[in-house]
């Protein structure tokens, strides 16, 4: 593999190189940066249960209440709910290993502060800077996407994405060995030196991803998000103590629903937020993370119960009277079960998709839960209960991270894994919550104290059960996996392209990759070749790929996946040639060198000129589908044309560079057209936003209410100008639509003229009814179409009905209403 880095350094960007990565970066096999990633994510896993041994004793170790004990807790908990994704966005953006460092920095931090002091301020503050430790989980998951061959990513992410629970079961009982033979404050320090040794191991081990998002921070977003995350993850912690229903609790969930809809319409308006919303309603990426939050739910059921059955004393009739030390090393079969299956389940999405072992995996803790309501009876039935729920967690959990980055381009994997592992951390205090509100309300007696009861832990029990079941259900609705359909040999009377089509500016020769990625469900024979197909680093799905010889002559053919990758069979080594294409891209040519192992090769396609970007609503920022987008060259021909789909977005792809006219329009919106320049070698993004067409609606009717037909409704602007007409239907009624927001003159006429100043705002059809009569003016008469009256005041005697935010008017119009009505008869 240095092999092909030196060669890549030196060649144009048609093949996918890692400049930022240091000089012994295991790119070769990744099995060190594997086990340093996944070491990292055990040591966060262990912060987080790092007082749970002793959080009976915090208020005697603090010298304060129970309820201010609880913030060290919760502050750990919001820290890290905030973490996730902003740091996953900081990763994108600056780089994946610096964002980790600056993680395990702060956690290392925190663990310092909170060893020096025995004061609950100090102590909060640091495990609230240990929360923030969080984010390394999704950002280690990035950086493995990034820097792995494809055949060893599967597993490893799953190991990492499972490294929360391994490292929770594992450090449980260390937790409680420290505590019960040494000073409190040695598991600050504790977590201290694992810190700095796992920053050490990141630095020496771990590359720098490449990989960046264009943009900038979106500081707004981050503040919005994080006023929302505390306002909604606050109650659910202190409802017990605060009251469910008490104001306190019920006006943190309202302003939590306040700041999450605000912050929802910026995220949407700007050009680089937080979070792509856009891409986060995807149905596989919304159903994975709503999945997720019921994989956290029946995740932290487990961890609830089964400690305090087996800690609680014999004379209950269903404690097991244990030690934490026993109980911690009862439950460390979880992460074991964890560890186990992360290969396995590598295996299953290799052959089935992800999908398949999500399912599994929610099955399975179904299974484990329901089982385990009968089997709480000593340490080995339990033993068995965490065992199995541990499989399934390590199916589920393995699969999440591979179900995101299959629908989220690479510059978004640190953001999109930290908001699905933020989904994850929501499910888990929704857990903490429920259950310990059951436990807490289904209790028996033990003496003067109230235990729960073995009722409730059984409750507690269905719940989870019900959770794994609800998330069955939604992975069921996720797409299913397509798989990349490589073809055989081209037969023998197949046209055979001529390497001399290449484009010549593509790549220099090199030798390609030593190994090869698995692909999903293709088992092809070695020597092969494989790889993936790559735009600005983004997968290209549809992508045809053919190798030639130096003869020209066809040896295979391919088709790239929805995550861009191809397999070929290859029987010939030496010097070839690897042709790609694919639409709204330039063909891409690379010389490589073959020899008899399987190899890897990436393949860089260039976009052509042309337009994307997004129809969005002017006044809510909310995407408009099905708008019509036009393309007009400067001579008025039109160049292309699309509609957009129902996330507002369209591409037009393939136009010369030169200037254009680019239109657009949309059902209830006002047409919208600019001048845009396209560029030759990339689309230009330009995104358009329509403002809501105004109009004006009514029945007109006479005095004594009866609707009046075929009467003349005009709409006239400030200058007197006629901007639209209408007559009334039968029934009275009259609408007038897509005219410019502004305030107008409404004039209806056929009787005595009557007019009413109205402000069209842009927001539909605003509802004015008018009101008819006869009235008497000199000489001069007025026929309408109910028969004849007198002649037309100068005052009108007409009045006007309206609502919304017409305004009324019904004094004076003048003769200037009454000739312009005139005028439009």
Known sequence: MSQLQSAAQASPPSMTAHPASPPGAERRGGGAM??????????????????????????????????????????????????????????????????????????????????????????????????????????????????????????????????????????????????????????????????????????????????????????????????????????????????????????????????????????????????????????????TNIASIMVGVSFYAMSLVLPQVMELPKATGYGLGQSLVVAGLVMAPMGIAMMLVSPLSARLQAARGPKTALMLGLAIIAVGYGTGLG????????????????????????????????????????????????????????????VGMVLAHMTTSLGKTAVPSLSGFR???????????????????????????????????????????????????????????????????????????????????????????????????STSNDAGLYALDVSATGRLLLIGSAPGHRPGAAPLTLGDTPAEFDLELSDVGGLRGSVLDAATGAALPEATVVVADRHGEVAAAATTGPDGVYDLTGLPAGAYTLAVRADGHRPEAVQVEVAGDAPVQQDIALRAAAGVSGTVRDADGRPLGDVKVTLLDHNGNVVAASSTDPDGTYAISDVPEAD?????????????????????????????????????????????????????????RSSGTARNQSESVGLYAEDAAEEVL
């Open 744 to 800: 107008y003159t409404l004039v209806a006429s056929g009787y005595a003229p009557v007019t009413a100043s109205v402000a069209l705002p842009g927001t539909g059809l605003d509802p004015v009814d008018l009101e008819l009569s006869h009235a008497a003016h000199g000489s001069r008469t007025a026929h309408s179409a109910h028969g004849s009256g007198s002649a037309h005041s100068a005052q009108g005697s007409g009045n006007v």
């Open 34 to 287: 594997i086990a340093v990633l996944a070491f990292s994510g055990i040591v966060v896993a262990v912060m987080q249960t790092l007082l749970v041994p002793i959080v009976a004793q915090l208020p005697g170790l603090l010298s304060t209440s129970a309820a201010n004990a609880t913030w060290v807790m919760t502050a750990t908990l919001l820290a890290g709910a905030v973490a996730t994704p902003i740091m996953g966005r900081l990763g994108d953006l600056f780089g994946k290993r610096r964002m980790m460092l600056v993680s395990l920095a702060l956690m290392v931090v925190g663990s310092l502060v909170a060893a020096v002091s025995s004061e609950l301020g100090p102590v909060v503050v640091g495990r609230a800077l240990q929360g923030f430790a969080m984010g390394a989980i999704p950002l280690g998951i990035s950086i493995m996407r990034d820097e792995l061959p494809p055949q060893k990513l599967g597993s490893a992410m799953g190991l990492m994405s499972s490294s929360i629970g391994i490292g929770g079961a594992l450090g449980l009982p260390g937790a409680a060995f420290v505590a019960q033979h040494a000073d409190w404050h040695a598991l600050f320090y504790s977590s201290a030196a694992l810190g700095v040794v796992s920053m050490l191991l990141t630095v020496l081990l771990v590359p720098e991803s490449g990989v960046r998002a264009k943009g900038r921070f979106d500081i707004l977003g981050a503040l919005g998000l994080s006023a929302a995350l505390v306002a909604f993850l606050l109650p659910i912690t202190k409802g017990d103590q605060w009251g469910w229903g008490s104001p306190t609790t019920l006006g943190f969930f309202g302003a939590a629903a306040a700041l999450f809809l605000l912050w929802g319409v910026l995220e949407l308006r700007i050009k680089s937020p937080l979070v792509d919303l856009r891409t986060t309603v995807r149905r596989q990426v919304l159903l």
């Open 375 to 434: 089997m709480l009876g000593s340490l080995w039935q339990i033993g068995i209960t965490v065992t199995v729920i541990g499989a399934g967690i390590g199916f589920a959990y393995s699969s999440l991270p591979a179900l995101i980055i299959g629908a989220v381009p690479p510059s978004e994997t640190g953001a999109a894994n930290g908001l699905n592992a933020l989904m994850r951390s929501i499910g888990t205090s929704v857990s903490s919550a429920v």
């Open 459 to 557: 409750t507690a029990f269905v719940i989870a059960t019900g959770a794994a079941l609800a998330g069955l259900v939604l992975a069921a609705f996720l797409p299913g996996r397509r798989r990349a359909k490589a073809a055989a040999h081209a037969s023998a009377d197949a046209p055979a392209p001529s390497a001399t089509d290449a484009p010549a500016h593509v790549a220099t020769d090199a030798p390609a990759h030593t190994h090869a990625p698995a692909i999903e469900g293709d088992e092809i024979p070695a020597p092969s070749l494989r790889g993936r197909v790559l735009s600005d680093g983004r997968p290209v799905a549809g992508a045809a790929v053919t190798l030639i010889d130096a003869e020209g002559r066809q040896l295979a053919h």
